[in-house]
Each structure stands twice: as C-alpha cells, then as structure tokens.
C-alpha cells in the first residue's frame, strides 16, 4: 500500500521520471553521505548488516570526489608544509 501510495504521489509531482519507496530511500541515503554522515550510521538507518550492501544506496558526488582529492592528494599539497591526516 505504502509503495502505492508513494508512486502515485511521485507521478502527482510530474517530477519527469518514476519513483517508489526505494528511490526515497536510496536518495536519503546519498543525501545524508553527501552532508557527511558516516556511511556505518547510515548503515544502522537501513538496517543493514553489512556495509557492502549499504554501499549500493551511496553514491558519491563528483563534488565531494573533488574535495576529498583537493585535501588528500600529494599533488595538491605540493606548495602546503607537510601534514599528517
């Protein structure tokens, strides 16, 4: 009833593609990875028991592979002193 009710309110909002309680779902999970929750609580969320399958409801952003790369990547950090993470 639930996945019913959330494909129809989808489609009400013409949003231009299909949806359903997994789509929420794997859209919340990526938002909250995206605002930068640790994947192990995202992981308890979900209820899953191994972080392998909550890694399907992730995906990473191009903007936070840019971030990640900018602050941890060697060559980025030529013209910086040294840091330990």
């Known amino acids: 009833m639930l996945y019913r009710k959330v494909s129809q309110f989808i489609k009400k909002a013409d949003l231009g593609r299909p949806g359903s309680c997994h789509l929420l779902r794997h859209t919340c999970a990526t938002h909250m990875l995206d605002c930068g929750a640790d994947i192990r609580f995202i992981q308890q969320l979900l209820g899953h028991e ?4 909550t890694s ?23 013209d910086k002193p040294s840091e330990v993470c």
């Not at 191994?50 to 399958?53: A, D, N, S, V």
């Not at 790369?69 to 950090?77: F, G, Q, V």
């Open 56 to 78: 399907i409801y992730t995906q990473v952003s191009i903007e936070q592979l840019k971030d990640v790369h900018a602050k941890t990547h060697p060559a980025e950090s030529r």
């Open 50 to 53: 191994k972080l392998e399958t």
